[in-house]
């Protein structure tokens, strides 16, 4: 009787089509936690997956670790849906990973707190790079969905507090498997608008639905922003990457608006208070000098002799038209003060300033810089102009001591 004699590689493909071919085998559930991890440059995902008595080496190709919303690592507990099939070159049989889901946390909630530190320690959350949201802006672009409650409430918060604030509206998708895309493209719309402030978010949701804001380009949009941006995704309790990236997070969309925009009515009031005031300060000053004239009249008439009454009369008549002139004086100085206040009060924004030609230098701590002493050579400093900002590395200081002549010719030494 002739024995057959097979060879290894058909030994292997029958075991292999054995292993493929078990109904159980073929799809299921398994857990246990994750060691030996390495994510190869090709995206495939090796490690092996153990428990107290047992482990199974495990593959996951790329096409599915692309899908991952977080990345394995060693000692996570899981569970696996896969199948178990021999790589037929070595003869090893393996799990193939179709999917991982983490036991104990959310893959949403670990891939959050994955991001989170790896932006962290990149330094996008420092402060030093938060820029002060426009006291005064005259365009304000909205980052969100077009139909949704938030960009109503942000709308009629605005127009509510400053009627003259132009609010441009640049649609885009918040949830979804193409929501992150669509917000990246928005930010890029909207830096090209030449707006004062961006805000960016959607009302409340779950996590799920708050994801799109969680996903790492949103967070390097934001980041990469030539205009402050404020965050208002979702209600009070929910925090989300960009939040921690944006220039300032608000609580709310309608928070987010109140933060945008001053209320116009409280400078009103305090402008109306200073009139007021200012009023009230010149009607005291005249009644003191009315007081005073009286004064002086009374005595003169009455202590002097009867002979010398139509010369102090003329005195008195000349006394009071210098009285008069004082007051009238004053009474122009006061409202002039209160003309000049009012002209400091509507050109106390900023923006007016550096409208006129000047530019607001701060260090990375957000500090203004006023002299040439508090500059040092490569220093990083944040050059405020009107219409944007730009980020400037000092290469050399050169201090200067200006003085003025009597003739008004600038005189410089270096």
């Not at 929501?179 to 996590?207: E, F, H, P």
Request: glycine fraction near 6%.
């Amino acid at each position: 009787m002739q024995v057959k004699v097979y060879s290894v590689a058909q030994i292997n493909h029958y075991i292999r089509t054995l292993l493929e071919n078990d109904f159980v085998l073929n799809s299921f559930w398994i857990k246990g936690e994750i060691s030996n991890f390495k994510a190869h440059s090709s995206g495939h995902l090796y490690f092996t997956l153990k428990d107290a008595s047992a482990c199974i080496q495990c593959i996951m190709f790329r096409g599915e670790a692309e899908m991952l919303p977080f990345l394995p690592k060693n000692g996570l507990s899981v569970a696996i849906c896969g199948y178990v099939s021999v790589y037929e070159k070595t003869g090893q049989y393996q799990l193939y990973a179709e999917y991982i889901e983490p036991l104990g946390i959310g893959s949403l909630s670990l891939s959050f707190e994955q991001l989170k530190q790896k932006l962290e320690q990149e330094g996008l959350f420092d402060q030093d790079y938060k820029r002060e949201i426009c006291a005064y802006p005259k365009c304000i672009v909205v980052v969100t969905s077009p139909t949704g409650a938030a960009v109503r409430d942000v709308i009629k918060i605005i127009k509510r507090r400053n009627q003259s604030v132009k609010i441009i509206v640049v649609p885009v998708l918040v949830q979804g498997e193409y929501a992150a895309d669509s917000i990246v493209q928005g930010i890029k719309l909207a830096n090209q608008c030449q707006a004062d402030t961006i805000i960016v978010g959607r009302g409340g949701g779950s996590i799920e639905d708050l994801s799109a804001f969680n996903e790492e380009k949103v967070a390097r949009a934001i980041f990469a922003s030539e205009t402050p941006i404020i965050s208002a995704v979702g209600h009070e309790t929910d925090f989300t990457i960009a939040d921690f990236v944006a220039d300032v997070r608000a609580s709310t969309p309608s928070m987010a608006a109140e933060i945008a925009v001053k209320n116009v009515s409280d400078l009103s009031e305090q402008l109306q208070y200073m009139e007021d005031m200012l009023k009230n300060a010149i009607d005291n000053k005249i009644l003191e000098w009315k007081n005073r004239l009286e004064f002086i009249m009374q005595s003169n008439v009455f202590t002097q002799p009867l002979d010398n009454t139509q010369k102090q009369k003329n005195e008195i008549k000349q006394m009071q038209k210098r009285m008069e002139t004082k007051m009238l004086h004053c009474l122009q100085t006061k409202q002039l003060q209160y003309v000049a206040l009012k002209k400091r009060l509507e050109a106390s924004s900023p923006f007016a300033t550096l409208k006129r030609g000047y530019v607001l230098v701060q260090n990375k701590k957000g500090e203004t810089l006023t002299s040439i002493n508090n500059i040092q050579k490569n220093d990083v400093v944040m050059l405020h102009f009107q219409d944007g900002v730009a980020k400037a590395i000092i290469e050399e200081t050169v201090k200067t001591e200006r003085s003025f002549s009597d003739s008004g010719e600038k005189k410089m030494d270096l």
